[in-house]
Nanobody, 126 residues
């Protein structure tokens, strides 16, 4: 069964850090594009970051310099290190996988993926 399971969410104060983890099963995560979407009070749904099989990473402008995406192929995991968190980062963060997120990155698709995790809540207090 193809499945993504997130962990690492929680509540932190502004300026704090969290590391989200996503464990993939049923497929090799390093053979696909892996990404993190989020949806929250002021966020309809948006791609936060993604990483391709060749290691190329994408970050939306609002998180550049603060978030880092990485993969551990041996463990079939993808991570999102979130530093300098802001209240506006509050959202449910979803791990996702797709053959390619290029259409999302380029704005053709708003929020689409082949496989979705159930999400993990990130709350940043001021």
């Amino acid at each position: 069964e193809v499945e993504l399971v997130e962990s690492g969410g929680g509540t932190v104060q502004a300026g704090g850090s969290l590391r989200l983890s996503c464990t993939a099963s049923g497929f090799s995560s390093d053979g696909a594009d892996m990404g993190w979407f989020r949806q929250g009070p002021g966020i309809e749904c948006e791609l936060v970051s993604s990483i391709s099989s060749d290691g190329s990473a994408y970050y939306r402008d609002s998180v550049k310099g603060r978030f880092t995406i990485s993969q551990d192929g041996a463990k079939n995991k993808v991570y999102l290190q979130m530093d300098s968190l802001k209240p506006e980062d509050t959202a449910v963060y979803y791990c996702a996988a797709d053959q390619s997120f290029q259409n999302v990155i380029e704005g053709r698709w708003k929020c689409r993926a082949d496989v979705w995790g159930k999400g993990t809540q990130v709350t940043v207090s001021s």
